[in-house]
Protein backbone atom coordinates (compact mmCIF):
# COMPACT_ATOMS: atom_id res chain seq x y z
CA UNK A 1 0.00 0.00 0.00
CA UNK A 2 1.45 3.31 -1.31
CA UNK A 3 2.17 5.47 1.57
CA UNK A 4 3.28 9.06 2.82
CA UNK A 5 4.97 10.61 5.47
CA UNK A 6 5.36 13.87 6.15
CA UNK A 7 7.81 15.69 8.42
CA UNK A 8 10.11 18.73 9.75
CA UNK A 9 6.81 21.40 10.35
CA UNK A 10 6.53 23.42 13.51
CA UNK A 11 6.83 26.87 14.74
CA UNK A 12 8.91 29.28 13.37
CA UNK A 13 9.48 33.26 13.33
CA UNK A 14 8.81 35.33 10.70
CA UNK A 15 11.55 35.59 7.95
CA UNK A 16 12.60 32.16 9.65
CA UNK A 17 13.31 28.75 7.36
CA UNK A 18 12.08 25.06 7.48
CA UNK A 19 12.80 21.87 5.49
CA UNK A 20 9.91 19.52 4.87
CA UNK A 21 10.32 15.91 4.53
CA UNK A 22 8.28 12.96 2.63
CA UNK A 23 9.05 9.59 2.96
CA UNK A 24 7.68 7.67 0.22
CA UNK A 25 7.22 3.52 0.67
CA UNK A 26 4.44 0.88 -1.11
CA UNK A 27 4.97 2.27 -4.74
CA UNK A 28 8.33 2.83 -7.53
CA UNK A 29 8.54 6.52 -6.40
CA UNK A 30 11.11 7.63 -9.30
CA UNK A 31 8.13 6.71 -11.46
CA UNK A 32 6.17 9.31 -10.35
CA UNK A 33 5.91 13.21 -10.23
CA UNK A 34 5.39 14.46 -6.84
CA UNK A 35 3.51 17.71 -4.98
CA UNK A 36 3.27 20.02 -2.37
CA UNK A 37 -0.23 20.74 -1.29
CA UNK A 38 -1.02 23.44 1.73
CA UNK A 39 -3.95 23.92 3.74
CA UNK A 40 -4.43 27.39 5.85
CA UNK A 41 -6.02 26.75 8.99
CA UNK A 42 -10.28 26.69 7.93
CA UNK A 43 -9.42 26.92 4.08
CA UNK A 44 -9.07 25.27 1.19
CA UNK A 45 -6.37 23.47 -0.60
CA UNK A 46 -3.79 25.07 -2.49
CA UNK A 47 -1.21 23.85 -5.04
CA UNK A 48 2.15 24.64 -3.72
CA UNK A 49 4.82 23.07 -6.16
CA UNK A 50 5.72 19.87 -8.44
CA UNK A 51 8.65 17.88 -9.17
CA UNK A 52 8.80 15.87 -12.23
CA UNK A 53 9.90 11.99 -11.64
CA UNK A 54 14.00 12.65 -11.84
CA UNK A 55 14.30 16.25 -10.18
CA UNK A 56 14.61 18.10 -14.04
CA UNK A 57 11.61 19.92 -13.77
CA UNK A 58 10.33 22.05 -10.93
CA UNK A 59 6.94 23.85 -10.59
CA UNK A 60 5.65 26.27 -8.38
CA UNK A 61 2.63 28.68 -7.44
CA UNK A 62 3.29 32.45 -7.94
CA UNK A 63 2.34 33.14 -4.14
CA UNK A 64 5.90 30.91 -3.33
CA UNK A 65 8.16 31.41 -6.38
CA UNK A 66 11.36 32.09 -5.05
CA UNK A 67 10.95 31.34 -1.24
CA UNK A 68 10.47 28.02 -1.67
CA UNK A 69 12.43 25.02 -3.43
CA UNK A 70 11.31 21.15 -4.39
CA UNK A 71 13.24 18.41 -4.66
CA UNK A 72 13.85 14.86 -4.30
CA UNK A 73 16.39 11.82 -3.38
CA UNK A 74 15.08 9.26 -5.16
CA UNK A 75 17.70 7.13 -3.55
CA UNK A 76 16.04 7.39 -0.47
CA UNK A 77 12.60 7.60 -1.65
CA UNK A 78 11.81 10.98 0.09
CA UNK A 79 10.49 14.16 -0.72
CA UNK A 80 11.51 17.35 0.37
CA UNK A 81 10.43 21.45 0.19
CA UNK A 82 12.69 24.05 1.61
CA UNK A 83 10.67 27.07 3.04
CA UNK A 84 12.66 30.46 3.42
CA UNK A 85 11.43 33.64 4.35
CA UNK A 86 8.14 32.38 5.59
CA UNK A 87 5.47 34.73 6.34
CA UNK A 88 2.22 34.44 8.79
CA UNK A 89 0.29 33.37 5.49
CA UNK A 90 2.47 30.66 4.55
CA UNK A 91 0.72 28.94 8.48
CA UNK A 92 -0.58 25.62 7.30
CA UNK A 93 -0.95 21.45 7.40
CA UNK A 94 1.52 20.79 4.12
CA UNK A 95 0.53 17.52 2.25
CA UNK A 96 3.04 15.73 0.55
CA UNK A 97 0.53 13.99 -2.78
CA UNK A 98 1.51 12.19 -5.57
CA UNK A 99 -1.31 14.04 -8.06
CA UNK A 100 -0.87 12.23 -11.38
CA UNK A 101 -3.38 12.88 -14.68
CA UNK A 102 -3.78 9.58 -15.06
CA UNK A 103 -3.41 8.04 -12.16
CA UNK A 104 -5.08 8.00 -8.58
CA UNK A 105 -3.16 10.70 -6.20
CA UNK A 106 -1.83 9.02 -3.04
CA UNK A 107 -1.72 11.92 0.07
CA UNK A 108 0.08 12.20 3.43
CA UNK A 109 -1.30 12.84 6.62
CA UNK A 110 0.60 16.52 6.63
CA UNK A 111 2.85 18.31 8.72
CA UNK A 112 2.06 21.67 10.36
CA UNK A 113 3.71 25.03 9.49
CA UNK A 114 3.23 27.72 12.12
CA UNK A 115 4.72 30.96 11.53
CA UNK A 116 4.34 33.45 14.41
CA UNK A 117 6.21 35.58 16.86
CA UNK B 1 -4.19 33.84 -13.45
CA UNK B 2 -6.47 31.06 -12.87
CA UNK B 3 -9.12 30.34 -11.42
CA UNK B 4 -11.01 27.48 -10.79
CA UNK B 5 -14.64 27.71 -9.32
CA UNK B 6 -16.90 25.74 -7.48
CA UNK B 7 -20.17 26.15 -5.60
CA UNK B 8 -19.48 27.66 -1.66
CA UNK B 9 -21.91 25.23 -0.67
CA UNK B 10 -24.86 22.50 -1.99
CA UNK B 11 -27.39 20.59 0.08
CA UNK B 12 -28.80 17.23 -0.86
CA UNK B 13 -31.54 14.91 0.46
CA UNK B 14 -30.27 11.25 1.73
CA UNK B 15 -31.01 9.18 -1.61
CA UNK B 16 -31.10 12.38 -3.32
CA UNK B 17 -28.67 12.78 -6.33
CA UNK B 18 -25.93 15.98 -6.49
CA UNK B 19 -23.85 17.40 -9.24
CA UNK B 20 -20.82 19.57 -8.40
CA UNK B 21 -19.49 21.45 -10.93
CA UNK B 22 -15.90 22.72 -11.61
CA UNK B 23 -14.90 25.68 -13.89
CA UNK B 24 -12.02 27.87 -15.35
CA UNK B 25 -12.00 31.26 -15.45
CA UNK B 26 -9.92 30.97 -18.94
CA UNK B 27 -13.05 29.35 -20.51
CA UNK B 28 -13.64 25.40 -21.04
CA UNK B 29 -12.73 22.29 -18.56
CA UNK B 30 -11.81 19.79 -20.98
CA UNK B 31 -10.28 16.35 -20.34
CA UNK B 32 -7.05 17.70 -21.23
CA UNK B 33 -7.03 19.52 -17.71
CA UNK B 34 -7.61 16.14 -16.30
CA UNK B 35 -10.00 16.99 -13.30
CA UNK B 36 -9.69 15.37 -10.28
CA UNK B 37 -12.13 15.14 -6.73
CA UNK B 38 -11.26 15.29 -3.45
CA UNK B 39 -13.47 14.41 -0.23
CA UNK B 40 -12.17 15.62 2.97
CA UNK B 41 -13.39 15.46 6.49
CA UNK B 42 -12.23 17.97 9.35
CA UNK B 43 -8.95 16.90 10.52
CA UNK B 44 -8.01 14.41 7.32
CA UNK B 45 -6.42 14.66 4.45
CA UNK B 46 -7.91 14.47 1.41
CA UNK B 47 -9.36 11.35 -0.01
CA UNK B 48 -9.30 10.38 -4.15
CA UNK B 49 -12.05 10.60 -5.26
CA UNK B 50 -12.11 10.57 -9.06
CA UNK B 51 -9.37 10.89 -11.73
CA UNK B 52 -8.46 11.64 -14.92
CA UNK B 53 -12.25 13.14 -15.29
CA UNK B 54 -13.96 9.82 -14.70
CA UNK B 55 -11.71 7.31 -12.84
CA UNK B 56 -12.64 6.39 -9.80
CA UNK B 57 -9.98 5.43 -7.07
CA UNK B 58 -9.97 2.40 -5.32
CA UNK B 59 -12.77 1.71 -3.46
CA UNK B 60 -14.56 4.72 -3.58
CA UNK B 61 -18.12 3.37 -4.18
CA UNK B 62 -19.65 3.75 -7.72
CA UNK B 63 -22.38 6.40 -6.10
CA UNK B 64 -20.06 9.03 -7.39
CA UNK B 65 -19.00 9.53 -10.46
CA UNK B 66 -16.94 12.47 -13.13
CA UNK B 67 -17.61 14.15 -16.11
CA UNK B 68 -18.01 16.89 -18.31
CA UNK B 69 -20.82 18.75 -18.45
CA UNK B 70 -20.99 21.50 -20.80
CA UNK B 71 -17.58 23.58 -19.80
CA UNK B 72 -17.15 21.79 -16.51
CA UNK B 73 -15.77 19.26 -14.49
CA UNK B 74 -18.60 17.67 -12.66
CA UNK B 75 -18.89 15.01 -9.72
CA UNK B 76 -22.20 13.05 -9.25
CA UNK B 77 -23.53 11.50 -6.68
CA UNK B 78 -26.32 9.07 -6.76
CA UNK B 79 -28.17 8.05 -4.01
CA UNK B 80 -26.49 10.18 -1.05
CA UNK B 81 -25.73 9.42 2.09
CA UNK B 82 -25.27 10.81 5.58
CA UNK B 83 -21.71 9.73 5.65
CA UNK B 84 -21.20 11.80 2.11
CA UNK B 85 -21.55 15.17 4.32
CA UNK B 86 -18.22 16.46 3.43
CA UNK B 87 -15.72 19.40 1.74
CA UNK B 88 -15.16 18.43 -2.06
CA UNK B 89 -12.58 19.60 -3.98
CA UNK B 90 -11.49 19.30 -7.82
CA UNK B 91 -8.29 20.35 -8.94
CA UNK B 92 -6.99 20.69 -12.73
CA UNK B 93 -4.19 20.45 -14.92
CA UNK B 94 -3.69 24.06 -16.12
CA UNK B 95 0.11 23.59 -18.07
CA UNK B 96 3.33 23.93 -17.91
CA UNK B 97 3.20 21.44 -14.80
CA UNK B 98 1.27 23.42 -12.66
CA UNK B 99 -2.49 22.37 -10.69
CA UNK B 100 -5.41 24.48 -9.32
CA UNK B 101 -7.72 23.41 -6.85
CA UNK B 102 -11.10 24.88 -6.61
CA UNK B 103 -11.94 26.86 -3.46
CA UNK B 104 -14.11 23.45 -2.58
CA UNK B 105 -17.97 22.73 -1.73
CA UNK B 106 -19.39 22.20 1.66
CA UNK B 107 -22.09 19.62 0.94
CA UNK B 108 -24.83 19.21 3.53
CA UNK B 109 -26.81 15.89 3.25
CA UNK B 110 -30.19 16.25 5.10
Known amino acids: EAQLVESGGGLVQPGGSLRLSCAASGFTFRTYALSWVRQAPGKGLEWVST????????YYADSVKGRFTISRDNSKNTLYLQINSLRAEDTAIYYC??????????WGQGTLVTVSS | QTVVTQEPSFSVSPGGTVTLTCGLSSGSVSPSNYPAWYQQTPGQPPRTLIY???SRSSGVPDRFSGSILGNKAALTITGAQTDDESDYYC??????????FGGGTKLTVL
Open chain 2, 52 to 54: NTN
Open chain 1, 97 to 106: AKIAATTSAY
Open chain 2, 91 to 100: VLNVGSGMWV
Open chain 1, 51 to 58: ISNNGGAT
